[in-house]
């Protein structure tokens, strides 16, 4: 992370991890709460996934070398309904099965 000033622009260096965790937790402390950083990691990750963020964005965004990393974080399996469909299959029946599954609406 960086300071970015008024006009936008870089400032500064970057923060340390202990800057981060000092900041993290002074604020968690006044809201009476324990957060560590790295569970607004994991929730900004979780969140970006819940509104259908691309994975590749998503592991851009946390600086996984992998997509596997990214699934291996977000706890996912692979999904194999958006491999290519074998001739006879219907991938939006297929699609639409997997979410009622998991209790999304389409």
Known sequence: MRPVNKTGQ?????????????????????????????DLRRTFAKLAHKGHA??????LSLGHASVQTTERYLGLEQ?????????GTDRTAAARGRRDRQGEEP
């Open 79 to 87: 999904d194999l309904v958006d491999t290519a469909p074998r001739h």
């Open 10 to 38: 870089l400032a500064g260096t970057s923060m340390t991890a202990q800057s981060i965790f000092e900041v993290v937790e002074r604020y968690s402390t006044l809201l009476g709460i324990h957060v560590a950083p790295h």
């Open 54 to 59: 691309p994975l590749e964005q998503i592991q």
